[in-house]
């Protein structure tokens, strides 16, 4: 899967790179900055929570942009292991990305993005009148694709899917976002 997406990103760049050949000496670096709703979904374990999530970056080229990533979770998710009722709470996750980008005309853009994460979650455990809470953090290689479509030349609407896969065998999360962009 990993290779897969690998050459998919270096297929995309080089179709960028190709098709904006001529665009590139007037090309002028832009930040933009995105905030938005993100839902965690970890399929093993049937866990699903939410954040809003924040997003600064600077597009550096016509094909080429690095951004970075900051979530709060919003939204906990309840489940039950075992006879045990286990809330689930997002506390935060911070992330970097290079982003490859195809322009698709002036407004539309597709991109895929590889970087690396942590998160952060909480668990709290209680039966039998008895509770515990756990902290629990991990290391990821996130990678995804998506596309952005700009209404005006700088406010815009941004879909993603990221999957982070964690270190140490914690696992995968497929992530799900939709965000306003503005580019400055």
């Known amino acids: 899967m990993v290779r897969s997406f690998a050459a998919a990103a270096g297929v995309l760049a080089f179709m960028g790179v190709a098709a904006s050949a001529q665009a590139q000496s007037a090309f002028e670096p832009t930040p933009y900055a995105t905030i938005g709703y993100t839902s965690f979904d970890a399929k093993d374990s049937g866990v699903n929570v939410g954040a809003i999530t924040g997003r600064a970056g600077v597009q550096l080229h016509p094909n080429f942009a690095t951004e970075g990533e900051l979530s709060f979770g919003v939204q906990d998710d309840d489940v039950r292991e075992q006879g045990v009722d286990v809330n689930i709470k997002h506390r935060f996750d911070i992330a970097a990305y290079g982003v490859a980008i195809l322009p698709l005309g002036d407004r539309a853009q597709l ?6 994460g942590h998160t952060e979650i909480e668990a709290k455990a209680s039966a039998a009148g008895a509770a515990a809470s756990v902290s629990l953090d991990g290391k990821s290689w996130n990678y995804g ?3 952005q479509y700009f209404l005006d030349g700088k406010n815009g609407v941004r879909l993603d899917w ?3 896969d964690f270190t140490e065998d914690q696992g995968e999360v497929d992530v799900y976002s939709i965000n306003y962009v503005r580019r400055f």
């Open 111 to 116: 991109f895929a993005r590889v970087g690396f």
């Open 145 to 147: 694709v998506g596309g």
């Open 162 to 164: 990221t999957r982070r």
